[in-house]
């Protein structure tokens, strides 16, 4: 860490063996408490990876998984400005955790301002350079990330995510939704912190 601190470095690029369960949390994860703790964007290659490296340089189909909260702010940015640099389709992508019992609100009702706010993401300028879509879906984050990921053939994902000081330990989670997308993936994942 101190070296990417010290040389400035701009992208830190890593592969990840996407450890999972009781293996992760004893051993940890040296990608994650990268990710989690560099000032840069980190690009992480999972095992799961099946986009060839031509594909994932050229970048022509990204996703940004927008969580609305600070750590993805700095997501939004950086996707949207990849998009128009490379001439992109950029898909931006919500997900609302299903109702549970009790709960007043349905996540349908919440589709609509989701969708406003996601549309909000790229001005109208940097419509000229790109094209994105927007989808908000219904389920378990990372499982419904990686659906979109597959299904729209996304050379790329890009996340927001929590620093190591929002959340003490939480480069040993194994259950975060940054490390089951990074660890399911087939395609690169890059993630900026707040």
């Known amino acids: 860490m101190r070296s ?9 690029v890593m592969g990840t063996h996407g450890r999972r369960g009781v293996e992760k949390l004893l051993i940890g994860s040296v ?17 799961n990876v099946r986009v060839s490296p031509e594909r ?26 990849l998009a128009q640099e490379n001439q992109a389709l950029l898909d931006i992508v919500h997900v609302i955790k299903p109702q549970k019992t009790g709960e007043i609100v ?5 589709a609509a301002g989701c969708l406003g706010r996601m549309r909000s993401f790229v001005s109208p300028e940097a419509d000229l350079w790109c094209e ?17 990921a597959k299904t729209r053939c996304s050379d790329l994902i890009v996340l927001g995510v929590k620093g190591s000081d929002a959340f003490p330990g939480a480069g040993h989670l194994p259950w975060t939704t940054a490390h089951k997308i990074i660890a399911a993936a087939e395609c690169p994942v890059i993630t900026l912190r707040e």
């Open 4 to 12: 990417i601190e010290k040389d400035g470095t701009d992208l830190v």
């Open 56 to 81: 994932a340089v050229a970048m022509k189909h990204i996703l940004l998984a927008a969580s609305f909260s600070p750590a993805s702010d700095a997501a939004v940015a950086y996707a949207v400005s």
């Open 132 to 148: 994105s879509h927007v989808l908000v879906e219904v389920g378990d984050p990372a499982e419904q990330i990686l659906n979109v």
């Open 106 to 110: 349905h996540p349908s009702d919440l």
């Open 31 to 47: 990608a994650e408490n990268v990710l989690r703790s560099a000032k840069c964007p980190v690009l992480t290659v999972g095992p």
